[in-house]
């Protein structure tokens, strides 16, 4: 699986690391359903991290369409929610 960090790069993500991503996507929408800023920059910051230690950084110069899209370190809490509103199952499918 194809997973872009906005504004990073793309990572490539295996299958099996799904569930721990999981994980800290269900905090991060927790923190985001909860209206607390601390939580939800250090959730963010954990999913993203999770992201770069669980991947491998997808070829550069390749045109692969990414399977999924998180947002940068720098998004606002209202910027995701936003993209939480839009979808039924998080950020991470699953």
Same mark, same amino acid.
């Given at each position: ?41 250090? +959730?963010?910051? +954990? ?14 110069? +390749? ?21 939480? +509103? ?9």
């Amino acid at each position: 699986m194809i997973v872009r960090i906005l504004g990073e790069g793309q990572y490539d993500v295996s299958d099996e690391a799904l569930d721990r991503l999981n994980e800290l996507d269900a905090a991060l929408e927790a923190a985001v359903d909860g209206g607390n800023e601390e939580a939800f920059r250090s +959730a963010l910051e +954990a999913l993203l991290e999770g992201v770069r230690t669980v991947g491998v950084p997808h070829a550069v110069d +390749a045109l692969d369409e990414s399977d999924l899209i998180l947002p940068p370190a720098d998004a606002t809490i209202d910027e995701v929610r936003q993209l939480l +509103a839009e979808s039924d199952e998080g950020l991470i499918p699953g």
